[in-house]
């Protein structure tokens, strides 16, 4: 394989997994942005997913049935965990909010661990989405190809959505100061459920898409792909939107870049130098690299 | 010294005010809890079972792995949620240290000569473990304290992560993922009782100090502190690291109890049950933080007990492995919706205000124009 095809093979690579990153750094981005609340439990909301549709699969039902339904399950989680576990916090210290979508995590993950067993159970995804595509020398999952364009086309809608919708704008308006967005007639319940419910949706698309990747599925398998999206989404500066999405390409390139460079012996140490490249970044931008640089008002 | 105000002393409480009586109402305090501390472990070493000893010996090490995180996170409202590194780091640390020589010679066949061929005695590797917890605190707390609230939690949680994925790979000094087996049981109720009184006198001196005053404005109003002359990352990097320190401590007392191991152990289970007795306990309270060890050690261990099953008789409950830890995430979330500041509210229990009420009516009344 020649040098240029190795280094597309590898920069699709890394958009298909900044991709993932990027739906998942988007639903965090859009939560915290409005509410300064960090939300943990979000990897739980992919894992719900992910479960349900396999349930569902092994009744029976066809892939994309099952996929639909995960999906919905995964939105209609993230709707009952704002209602039940984060409404009332409303105003409540940072710390608080961070804490309580901790014991959130905790809570489901026990919870799934007592349903469905704690052992890792296979995904198997359906056959268009294990093929591989070969363009000359060049090999391609379609998964990968997949991935990227149905971010691609979330994105977009996402986008639109935002700027084009009186929802959406709200949701702007919101996050950029909740007290003065109420003063204004916005209904911010309403605006917070719907950036759950659009946070939640993505997550239990992309809980799909990772469970298809990775091929197998388990009550803990959450924790750590939102971790990194955590780590995007302060690389990109948290709460913001576009912010989110570069930190996860960037995250995503990062990782296929340090997986290629890293001597063989250092390659397990990868996510050390992941979060260890996070904290140096944070010390030059301490507030990411779109994140607001405004100074606080005495 | 004897012009020194006492925090939150109230005038008149002293009626005769020779050294003498100064010096032993000053006395009284410490000597009552360490007297009673001391008789109640003693008669815990001597009449109680093996499982009561267990928890008590737990409880201990808790109680310095809270106070240590209120030392942090209380004191500077800068939230760590990585602690749970810097007891690894110590566990770790102090366990290949103190890992009988014929036992490193098996299980740790790839140490360097100098560590593989001594083994230390319990006290100088616990200190040596608390050194390495706070020299890496320093090093990564140089950036992560320059940060804000939820940029350091998800920070910190990275470091705890970066410390994960070390442990698992650094097989020679760590076994890896697989079991570190073999540490000599020097834990006792005594050494780690000690360690947890000199561990809640230390973080109750530090926080009446200056320093902990430092601590306590820059964590309540940053730009106020600043404009007084308090340097926040100073006062937050001295937390930060007298914190590990103290972590580090209780982790190789914890390493020396459980006596095997592995990088598992040190992970988000842990780090929850630590913040859980923190916060119910009360951020900012050193009181606090004993009672919400004892109270959350205890039920965890109840709840523990009953998530194996048991048989009611007419009812058998099956093993519910994990239900323990789902009540404990409802009772957190209840006590921050409706007890946000934790059952102390950052207070302290005043023992010395106590002790007085106890023994007034055998002193004379403070006159009127004392007050």
Not at chain 2, 3 to 15: E, H, V, Y
Not at chain 2, 67 to 90: E, P, Q, Y
Not at chain 2, 279 to 301: A, C, K, N, R, Y
Request: charged content about 10%; overall charge positive; glycine content about 10%.
């Amino acid at each position: 394989m020649s040098g240029g095809e190795l280094l597309l093979q590898q920069l699709i690579n890394a958009v298909s997994v900044g991709s993932l990153y990027a739906l998942m750094a988007i639903g965090l981005a859009m939560v915290f942005g409005i509410l300064r609340l960090i939300n943990f439990a979000h990897g739980d909301l992919i894992m719900v997913g992910s479960y349900v549709a396999l349930l569902l699969m092994m009744a029976g039902l066809p892939f994309l049935m099952a996929a639909a339904a995960g999906t919905a399950a995964s939105t209609i989680a993230g709707l009952v965990l704002e209602r039940v576990a984060y409404r009332p916090l409303r105003g409540a210290h940072e710390i608080a909010m961070l804490l309580t979508s901790f014991s959130v995590t905790i809570f489901l993950e026990n919870l799934a661990i007592i349903l469905f067993r704690p052992t890792s159970r296979p995904f198997a995804a359906p056959a268009l989405l294990r093929g591989v595509i070969e363009m000359g020398q060049l090999r391609v999952a379609s998964l990968d190809l997949i991935a990227i364009a149905i971010a691609a086309v979330l994105l977009l809608g996402l986008t639109l959505f935002v700027k084009r919708t009186t929802i959406g704008i709200a949701m702007r308006a919101a996050s950029q100061d909740l007290l003065a967005a109420r003063l204004m007639g916005i209904n911010v319940n309403a605006v917070i459920a719907t950036a759950f419910a659009i946070g939640s949706l993505l997550a239990g698309v992309v809980g799909l898409l990772w469970s298809a990747r990775v091929g197998k599925i388990d009550p803990l398998m959450g924790f750590n792909p939102v971790l990194k999206a955590f780590v995007a989404s302060v690389i990109g500066g948290l709460g913001s939107l576009p912010g989110a999405v570069i930190g996860a390409y960037v995250l995503g390139g990062l990782e296929i870049l340090l997986q290629g460079l890293l001597p063989s012996a250092l390659t397990p140490y990868r996510d050390a130098f992941v979060f260890a490249i996070l904290i140096a970044l944070l010390l030059f931008r301490p507030n990411g690299i779109l994140g607001s640089t405004e100074r606080e008002k005495i | 010294m004897a012009m020194r105000a006492r925090a939150g002393g109230s005038p008149g409480a002293d009626p005769s005010p020779t050294i003498g009586a100064r010096l032993l109402s000053r006395l009284l305090v410490p000597v009552v809890l360490l007297g009673g501390l001391a008789v109640a472990l003693g008669a815990v070493s001597l009449f109680a079972g093996d499982y009561l000893l267990r928890i008590v010996i737990i409880i201990g090490i808790n109680v310095i792995l809270v106070a240590a995180l209120n030392l942090s996170n209380g004191f500077t409202g800068v939230f760590s949620l990585g602690h749970v590194g810097f007891m690894a780091i110590g566990a770790y640390a102090a366990s290949i240290l103190t890992l009988p020589v014929h036992l490193k010679a098996v299980n740790l066949p790839d140490l360097p000569r100098w560590l593989g061929g001594a083994a230390l005695p319990f006290l100088p590797a616990t200190l040596i473990a608390g050194l390495i917890a706070m020299a890496v605190a320093l090093a990564v707390g140089l950036s992560l304290m320059r940060l804000k609230g939820a940029y350091i939690s998800v920070a910190t949680l990275g470091f705890l992560v970066i410390v994960q994925v070390i442990l698992v790979n650094w097989d020679s000094l760590t076994r890896g993922a697989r079991t570190f087996a073999g540490v000599p049981p020097y834990a006792t109720v005594w050494n780690v009782w000690i360690w947890a009184a000199l561990t809640v006198y230390a973080v109750w001196r530090i926080g009446a100090s200056a320093f902990g005053r430092d601590m306590r404005g820059a964590r309540d109003n940053e730009i106020a502190a600043q404009s007084l002359g308090v340097s926040v990352l100073r006062s937050r990097l001295l937390a930060f690291c007298l914190s590990a320190f103290l972590t580090g401590v209780a982790g190789s007392l914890w390493a020396h109890f459980i006596t095997s191991f592995s990088p598992k152990s040190f992970f988000f289970t842990q780090a929850f049950s630590i913040i859980t007795m923190l916060v119910i306990g009360g951020l900012g309270s050193v009181s606090g933080s004993v009672i919400g060890v004892v109270l959350i050690t205890v039920f965890s261990e109840l709840l523990r007990n009953a998530e194996r099953g048991f048989d009611l008789g007419f009812l058998r409950l099956p093993p519910l492995y994990g239900a323990s830890q789902i009540l404990m995430a409802v009772l957190f979330i209840l006590v921050i919706v409706f007890r946000p500041a934790g059952l102390l509210g950052g207070r302290e229990i005043d023992v010395r205000g106590i002790l007085r009420r106890m023994t007034a009516p055998r002193r004379e009344k403070p006159k009127e124009e004392d007050l």
